[in-house]
């Protein structure tokens, strides 16, 4: 099994930045594809940014340019760094571990709050 804690969520003005830590228990972090989802109030769950066991990056076409999502085998740690932060990023994040034959891993999650 694998265990996700997120981190770094928090109040930011419009404009601001925040990175997300995302730590993951177990040693076959490596294998695994990352992602980023988020939800806000009244809306469904989301994809914000995936990184694969490769390296390979996508993201959702509303923080392109905004959102960096990288990982850190050596400390089972993926990130989100994330600039110009908009009121419409309030959401609260979570962190997703996944690979084929083995079940979708979730945190509990971390609440970012963009209001001035």
């Known amino acids: 099994q694998v265990q996700l804690v997120e981190s770094g969520g928090g109040l930011v003005q419009p404009g601001g930045s925040l990175r997300l830590s995302c730590a993951a228990s177990g040693r076959t972090f490596s294998s695994y594809a990352m992602g980023w989802y988020r939800q806000a109030p009244g809306k469904e769950r989301e994809l914000v940014a995936a990184?694969?066991?490769?390296?390979?990056?996508n993201y959702a076409d509303s923080v392109k340019g905004r959102f960096t999502i990288s990982r850190d085998n050596a400390k089972n740690t993926v990130y989100l760094q994330m600039i110009n932060l908009k009121p419409e990023d309030t959401a609260v994040y979570y962190c997703?571990?996944?690979?084929?034959?083995?079940?979708?891993?979730w945190g509990k999650g971390t609440l970012v709050t963009v209001s001035s």
């Open positions: 997703q571990a996944t690979r084929p034959y083995d079940m979708n891993y």
């Open positions: 990184i694969t066991e490769g390296g390979s990056t």
